[in-house]
Nanobody, 120 residues
Framework: QVQLVESGGGLVQAGGSLRLSCAAS????????MGWYRQAPGKQRELVAR???????NYADSVKGRFTISRDNAKNTVYLQMTSLKPEDTAVYYC??????????????WGQGTQVTVSS
């Protein structure tokens, strides 16, 4: 019913920047919260940042001041601008969206993940 497609991952040197994008499509009436999570090898998936439909944001302490989350409600797209990247930011980054469907259901969706690798 809903697909989340991420893009923008890759390999970057420490101190560099990347911008992730995630576009949602399908039977979407509206999207409440959109967010980015990440999972490093051998670790649990963790919240990186999330943003409400009216623009309120919160961030993991480890990324505050370096990452910025934003969204374009008209395009059902969320972005994550990552700067001053560190090797410990290396992980698979997943997009998440809490979606109100045209069927009146409310559901939680995940993207397929995009790899971010930061070399030292």
């Amino acid at each position: 019913q809903v697909q989340l497609v991420e893009s923008g991952g890759g390999l970057v040197q420490a101190g560099g920047s990347l911008r992730l994008s995630c576009a949602a499509s399908g039977s979407i009436f509206s999207i409440n919260i959109m967010g980015w999570y990440r999972q490093a090898p051998g670790k649990q998936r963790e919240l990186v940042a999330r943003i409400t439909s009216d623009g309120n944001t919160n961030y993991a302490d480890s990324v505050k001041g370096r990452f910025t989350i934003s969204r374009d409600n008209a395009k059902n797209t969320v972005y994550l601008q990552m700067t001053s990247l560190k090797p410990e930011d290396t992980a698979v980054y997943y997009c998440n969206a809490d979606v109100y469907l045209w069927s009146s259901d409310y559901a939680d969706y995940w993207g397929q993940g995009t790899q971010v690798t930061v070399s030292s």
